[in-house]
């Protein structure tokens, strides 16, 4: 059974940093791209970010580009995304999710609310 399980968000201030963790299981986590992907009230699902196996390749939405970094740790089977410079339009659910599209299989999400 594939798990995903988010974890790091919280409430931070305009500018501030976050640290967002996904641990997998139930599945081959070094041979599948991964993504993060977000939603905020009354928006649609947003693809932030994604990386492919063995984490040559990187996406990034305009949105946090230059802002966020993803990485992952096939040792741990975990997925990062490092958050920067966050804005208050930053705030939403966030949820990890297995491929390059984020068309697979998706955590439960952690919250990242930006505000002063």
């Known amino acids: 059974e594939v798990r995903l399980v988010e974890s790091g968000g919280g409430l931070v201030e305009p500018g501030g940093s976050l640290t967002l963790s996904c641990t997998a299981s139930?599945?081959?986590?070094?041979?599948?791209?991964m993504s993060w992907v977000r939603q905020a009230p009354g928006k649609e699902l947003e693809r932030v970010s994604s990386i492919n196996s063995g984490g040559s390749s990187t996406y990034y939405a305009a949105s946090v580009e230059g802002r966020f970094t993803i990485s992952r740790d096939d040792a741990k089977n975990t997925l990062y995304l490092q958050l920067n410079e966050l804005k208050t339009e930053d705030t939403a659910m966030y949820y990890c999710?297995?491929?390059?599209?984020?068309?697979?299989?998706r955590g439960q999400g952690t919250q990242v609310t930006v505000s002063s």
């Open positions: 999710a297995q491929r390059w599209s984020a068309s697979g299989s």
């Open positions: 139930g599945f081959s986590f070094s041979d599948v791209a």
